[in-house]
């Protein structure tokens, strides 16, 4: 398996991830107006029952926007060629690490870094 094959494997993983996270938001909107639809008497609990449906569904698309945004952003990174580089060093991002977070823009070490710059806040020294 070469570097290409392995990236892509992952834009095909990205894409069906993609594909199944839209499909689910669709039945999931589906069942909530099928829900809505059915005529009840308006008691408080079944009200209280909807609403948290509401919620329940607008925080689960919310999420799926959110993954949807991170995919599409892999999924241009592919297209421009630098998906899998690292933003920080510029050194190849190793399969193993996108395999398991597709969504990576940084190597290991750089992400470990980086997160300690960010939870320092702007006393961290940036190491150079
Ligand atoms: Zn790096």
Redesign the pocket.
């Known amino acids: 398996m070469n570097r290409t094959t392995d990236l892509l494997k992952i834009r095909e993983l990205l894409q069906r991830r993609r594909r199944d996270i839209l499909l689910a938001s669709q039945g999931a909107q589906r069942e909530l107006t099928s829900l809505k639809d059915q005529e009840r008497d308006p008691e408080y609990e079944e009200n209280a029952q909807a609403e948290l449906a509401d919620y329940t569904l607008s925080s689960l698309m919310e999420a799926q926007r959110r993954e949807v945004m991170l995919i599409d952003a892999a999924l241009r990174r592919m297209d421009t060629g630098v998906f899998g580089t690292?933003?920080?060093?510029?050194?190849d991002?190793p399969t193993e690490r996108l395999e398991a977070l597709p969504f990576a823009i940084?190597?290991?070490?750089?992400?470990t870094r980086h997160e300690l710059e960010v939870r320092g806040g702007h006393q961290a020294t940036p190491t150079i």
């Open positions: 690292c933003v920080d060093c510029g050194y991002i940084r190597c290991e070490e750089d992400a």
